[in-house]
Structures are given as structure tokens and as C-alpha cells.
């Protein structure tokens, strides 16, 4: 079973964590993880192309700023769920001090539920907002393309940060040490 930085193998009562899933929270991980990069890499390239363009040949390259926009639109849009799995998210903390010690293990538990709820209805709010512009027909006016390909992020998104956060309900030794910050 592998061992990650911020993560421990064995869950707050003691329990390990089932090795499947375990693997399937490193899957998650994994591909947000290649996504984003990926799509990252590509819409700096897509600039570069573009401003090399218009400094050397002095044209820029047809599509290449809004091959760009859509390619950092989707980096970051993924960067909601891959962030979600290093704890780096923002959190109001004014109510920890409300909340007994004994009883943090259960507040993070029900905070992770309700976070799973919460990505659940914006991942459903994503998908009618997205089958509105399937049913349309948009399509971009630049590239010959239907924009609900891009749209689709945000169910892939919302959808993989409820996964994780039911995950971290199930499995709390799964859930990262939090690095965001305090608000």
C-alpha cells in the first residue's frame, strides 16, 4: 500500500484504509493531476505560438488565443478538484473554536459530507447548464468547435471533489493535512 506525504495508512479509529480504495483516490488524483498540467502546458504553448507569431512574423496564429483561454479555463476549472486533495482550499475557521476538541473528528466529517453534498448539486447544476448548451447548439464562433466540450470540465470537476470528499467521510485517514488558508 502506498504511503503518501499527507496522507496516513491507517484511519482515526485505527481502521486501514481499504486498498481499494485507496487506489481509487490515487487514480482521482492522478488523472486531475495529468489534466491539469496538461491543459496548463498546452495553453502556454498556444500563447507562445501566438505571441511568436505576432513579434516574428508579425500575424498571430489564427485560434491560438482562444485554444489558450479554453486550455487554462479547463487547468483551472480541475484545479477546484486537485486542490481539494492537498487541503488547499480556504476555509472559514471563526467556528473551530466553538466546536469541542473531542468532537473536531466529527466536524471534519460532517464539513467533508457536506462538501460532498454541495459538489454533488453543482455538479448536477453543471450538467443542466451544460445540456442547455448541448441542446442549443453553440459552438464557439472562432474554432469549429461545440463549447459543452469544453463546459463538460465542471461536471468531471465538481463530480471527482464529491467523490473524494464522500471518500474522506468514509475514510478520514484519506483526507490531506489542510495547507490552505484561514479566513
Same mark, same amino acid.
Not at 495508512?9 to 482521482?28: H, Q, T
Not at 473551530?96 to 464539513?111: G, I
Given at each position: 500500500m502506498e504511503k503518501t506525504e499527507n496522507h496516513s495508512s491507517v484511519s482515526e479509529a485505527g481502521r486501514p484504509v481499504s486498498p481499494a480504495l485507496r487506489c481509487l483516490y490515487n487514480l482521482i488524483v492522478k488523472i486531475e493531476t495529468i489534466v491539469c498540467y496538461v491543459f496548463f502546458i498546452a495553453g502556454t504553448v498556444a500563447l507562445v505560438v501566438d505571441i511568436f507569431g505576432r513579434e516574428v512574423l508579425g500575424q498571430g496564429v489564427f485560434g491560438a488565443q482562444r485554444v489558450a483561454v479554453y486550455c487554462m479555463a479547463v487547468a483551472g476549472i480541475m484545479g477546484f478538484s486537485y486542490v481539494v486533495s492537498h487541503g488547499g482550499h480556504l476555509r472559514p475557521t471563526v467556528l473551530d473554536k466553538l466546536v469541542p476538541q473531542k468532537l473536531d473528528a466529527f466536524a471534519a466529517r460532517l464539513a467533508d459530507l457536506l462538501s460532498c453534498l454541495l459538489c454533488l448539486g453543482l455538479a448536477y447544476a453543471s450538467y443542466l447548464f451544460i445540456y442547455s448548451t448541448y441542446s442549443i447548439g453553440e459552438r464557439d464562433m472562432t474554432l469549429? &468547435?461545440? &463549447?459543452?466540450? &469544453?463546459?463538460?470540465?465542471?461536471v468531471f470537476a465538481f463530480g471527482f471533489a464529491a467523490i473524494k470528499f464522500l471518500m474522506f467521510v468514509v475514510a478520514p485517514a484519506l483526507r490531506p493535512v489542510t495547507s490552505g488558508g484561514d479566513i
Amino acid at each position: 500500500m502506498e504511503k503518501t506525504e499527507n496522507h496516513s495508512s491507517v484511519s482515526e479509529a485505527g481502521r486501514p484504509v481499504s486498498p481499494a480504495l485507496r487506489c481509487l483516490y490515487n487514480l482521482i488524483v492522478k488523472i486531475e493531476t495529468i489534466v491539469c498540467y496538461v491543459f496548463f502546458i498546452a495553453g502556454t504553448v498556444a500563447l507562445v505560438v501566438d505571441i511568436f507569431g505576432r513579434e516574428v512574423l508579425g500575424q498571430g496564429v489564427f485560434g491560438a488565443q482562444r485554444v489558450a483561454v479554453y486550455c487554462m479555463a479547463v487547468a483551472g476549472i480541475m484545479g477546484f478538484s486537485y486542490v481539494v486533495s492537498h487541503g488547499g482550499h480556504l476555509r472559514p475557521t471563526v467556528l473551530d473554536k466553538l466546536v469541542p476538541q473531542k468532537l473536531d473528528a466529527f466536524a471534519a466529517r460532517l464539513a467533508d459530507l457536506l462538501s460532498c453534498l454541495l459538489c454533488l448539486g453543482l455538479a448536477y447544476a453543471s450538467y443542466l447548464f451544460i445540456y442547455s448548451t448541448y441542446s442549443i447548439g453553440e459552438r464557439d464562433m472562432t474554432l469549429p &468547435i461545440n &463549447i459543452w466540450t &469544453i463546459q463538460s470540465v465542471l461536471v468531471f470537476a465538481f463530480g471527482f471533489a464529491a467523490i473524494k470528499f464522500l471518500m474522506f467521510v468514509v475514510a478520514p485517514a484519506l483526507r490531506p493535512v489542510t495547507s490552505g488558508g484561514d479566513i
